[in-house]
């Protein structure tokens, strides 16, 4: 995902569920759950899981403020 020029990182929370060790494969699956728009700007949500496997290891939301025209 590009971050347009404009953009704001407004908030992030991470729930580590379980730990890894170095060299394991981890698998990053991470999903617009909703977007607001207001005036000029798009208030994003995105909800992402992190797998070690079939354990899930990471849960977490992040929020991005991003410009409707993508920053021109």
Known sequence: MKIPAGSV?????????????????????????????????????????VNNQEIIVLTGKLTLNLPVDGGK
């Open 9 to 49: 990182h407004v908030a992030q929370e991470f729930q580590f569920q379980d730990t890894v060790k170095p060299g394991q494969e981890l698998v990053c699956r991470s999903r617009v759950s909703r977007r607001i728009t207001r005036g000029a700007m798009n208030l994003v949500a995105v909800d992402m899981t």
